[in-house]
């Protein structure tokens, strides 16, 4: 089996996920300048919504593809509803307040997200269904699941739309617009808290189906699947320059990527059995063929906050993103 | 019916009265123009009157309507629009979503016309219609914020320094369209601190210092008072 192609493949169904996610952030981010922590917590009400429809579902006798599209149509308008109702009551009364009042409040907003759905949803992990039989195709050495390429191609027509309407559609003008200069988009006509209410619940609608995506992927979901994926997405936010679409996309992707092929390698790289000297050191462990592994792939998550730290410190501005430094 | 009636309007910024209670008339098919010193209050007042600035008090009527509790994006839908001062174009959209933004309040269908016509009046910006604003310069940006704000159909249109930053070419050249803009009927209100100029093509003016209006008159009257040549036209006595 080829690792690097399996876990290229891995890494862009992650990626094209993450990406997903990483829009919300930074739409978000571009039209009020706003860290939306709270915005991995949609994407778990998304997955737990989702969850309690396709397990009630399960047994409906209806298609398997029927019950995922019904548990995301209902997660959808949920979560949309969540991502408005935060905009409207905890982000829109501050909007002129100091920066860092919404962008505590985001953090109080997540944790208010986190408990209300352990209220509902248990502290339990919780199990999708398998009711989408799994079907496995072998590429040049490698596999690709029909879930896998079902993901693939669902985030890639979700960024293909939203690019079409933040960049031909007079929603999407006006939204550019308002991010650029709010004042002057209201004195053109657009009504800007209108606007930016739209740009949360699109955001949300995105998370909503990346929640569904990630809950059918993994087989689980729990009420703090959120935190850690959010912080990730972020992460590729602002690797591809937060506040800039095109950005996000690319930046989700290569997360995705670099993540999969980290939790690759990174045991054999840190098996120390590999160094000629350090094996005769370490003797015994090492011998017929032993090893002594550092780091296991269970340090997958520290590649995302690896890359975040290297481009805050190399390229604060992100790849694609121009504008540098802190607007006061 | 004035198109515009400003009463007593005056605007704080917290403990500081920038605007001390203002009276104005803007008649229907008038270029009017307000000059002043640098602070004197000017963009204050055109602030207020598009909803822009919180603390403001007195009554601003339009087309005889009470406008100061509307909402700033209600303004454009009636036919009133602004160029704020240092033009407030869209930097990274084009200067073809610039124009289409002055539309975003009208649905009619007369939009592309409209659209031709303002090219035809800046043919600079026809040549320029797929860059963004942001690569434009400031003549070709004031053109833009200009021909953004006649996209709209503007009944009134309040010009807050135009000429500003320009060279002595472009501002007679701004101006000019000013007063072509005023003949083709639309309503003018035009703060300026290029009073010469300003007084030339408009028919009246107001003087403003330090928030309060200390003289108003005709154009050509403003034009020949001695202490408006010696304060605005640096004539005069020392
Ligand atoms: N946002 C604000 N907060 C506090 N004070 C302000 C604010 N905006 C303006 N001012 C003050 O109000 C006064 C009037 O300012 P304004 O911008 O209206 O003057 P202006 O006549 O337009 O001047 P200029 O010709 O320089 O544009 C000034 O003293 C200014 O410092
Ligand atoms: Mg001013």
Known sequence: MDIFLQQVINGLTLGAVYAVVALGYTMVYGIIQLINFAHGEVVMIGAMVALTVINALAKSGLSPVTVVLAGTGCAIPVC???????????????????????????????????????????????????????????????????????????????????????????????????????????????????????????????????????????GVAQYTMGSILGLKAFSAAVLGGIGNVPGAMLGGVLMGVVEALGAGYIGSFTDLCRYGWLARLIGERCADGGHFVLFGSNYQDVFAFAVLILVLVLRPSGLLGERVGERA | MSLLEVRALEVHYGGIRAVKGIDLDVEPGELVCLIGANGAGKSS?????????????????????????????????????????????????????????????????????????????????????????????????????????????????????????????????????????????????????????????ASRGYVMESGAITLAADAASLLADPRVREAYLGEGAA
């Open chain 1, 80 to 218: 949309m509803l969540v991502g408005y109702a935060m905009e409207r009551l905890a982000y829109r009364p501050l909007r002129r307040a100091p920066r860092l009042a919404p962008l505590i409040t985001a953090i109080g907003v997540s944790i208010i997200l986190q408990h209300l759905a352990l209220l509902v949803w248990s502290r339990n992990v919780l199990a999708f269904p398998q009711i989408v039989d799994l079907r496995v195709f072998h590429v040049a050495g490698a596999r690709i699941s029909n879930v896998q390429l079902a993901i693939i191609v669902v985030c890639v027509a979700m960024m293909a739309g939203l690019a079409v309407l933040v960049y031909r559609t007079r929603l999407g003008a006006a939204m550019r617009a308002t991010a650029q200069n709010p004042q002057v988009a209201g004195l053109m006509g657009i009504d800007i808290d209108r606007v930016i209410a739209a740009t949360f619940a699109i955001g949300a609608a995105l998370a909503a189906v990346a929640g569904v995506m990630v809950g059918t992927y993994y």
């Open chain 2, 45 to 201: 007042m055109l602030r207020a009157i598009c909803g822009l600035v919180h603390g403001v008090r007195g009554s601003v009527r339009y087309a005889g309507e009470e406008i100061s509790g509307l909402a700033v994006h209600e303004r454009p839908r009636r036919g009133l629009v602004m160029v704020p001062e240092g033009r407030g174009i869209f930097p990274q959209l084009t200067v073809a979503e610039n124009l289409a933004i002055g539309a975003y309040a009208r649905r009619d269908p007369d939009v592309r016309d409209d659209l031709e016509r303002t090219y035809r009046l800046f043919a600079r910006l026809a040549e320029r219609r797929t860059q963004t604003g942001g690569t434009l310069s400031g003549g070709e940006q004031q053109m833009l914020a200009i021909g953004r704000a006649l996209m709209s159909r503007p009944r009134l249109l309040l010009l807050d320094e135009p000429s500003m930053g320009l060279a002595p070419l472009m501002v007679a050249k701004i101006l000019a369209t000013v007063r072509e803009i005023a003949r083709q009927g639309v309503t003018i209100l035009l703060v300026e601190q290029n009073a010469k100029l300003a007084l030339e093509i």
